[in-house]
């Protein structure tokens, strides 16, 4: 068997075009400050965004299977954050979520990745790597099923 070599150009015609799109982020949270702070890093760094006061509210948009990545409070009015991954692991849609704590202690941090959470952020002292983390989650989404490819975080132009 004798392997042939291929001009690159040639490879290139074969492959079929992927079309980028904007991953999506709801941010469920009652804190009007911290929403804002997440909205303002977040749609600067290229994400389309939506908001949540409650958790009922989320699990309800969330439903509509357009989202990669929710981000939110641990404990809100009405539920907790693991409503999120039951709704997602029910009704198999592939958004990961985010927790974004003000108070977490490190037993909360490690059941909450046992939980299914992708990653927690502490609200004060991580506020730095939250596009970093959700530019993870959007894309471990991206590779559990979710669309569209992420685009705002490719470091080049996929056509």
Not at 31 to 47: I, N, Q, V, Y
Not at 120 to 127: H, I, K, S
Request: negative net charge; proline residues 5%; hydrophobic residues 45%.
């Amino acid at each position: 068997m004798s392997v042939t070599m291929r001009p690159c150009e040639e490879i290139r015609s074969d492959l079929r075009a992927i079309t980028p799109g904007r991953p999506k982020v709801l941010i469920v949270c009652d804190d009007d400050h911290d929403a804002k702070r997440l909205k303002t890093m977040l749609s600067e760094a290229g994400f389309a965004l939506e908001c949540a006061r409650t958790i009922t509210a989320a699990c309800e948009t969330a439903k509509s299977g357009q989202f990669q990545v929710v981000i939110c409070k641990p404990q809100l009015r009405d539920g907790s954050w693991r409503r999120l991954t039951e709704l997602a692991t029910h009704y198999d849609l592939r958004f990961v979520v985010v927790v974004w704590a003000h108070t977490f202690g490190l037993r909360e941090w490690a059941e909450a990745l046992d939980n299914g959470a992708f990653d927690v952020l502490d609200a004060v002292y991580d506020l730095p790597r939250v596009v970093e983390v959700v530019k993870g989650a959007s894309w471990a989404a991206f590779l559990m099923g979710a669309a569209p490819i992420p685009e705002a975080i490719l470091p080049y132009k996929v056509v």
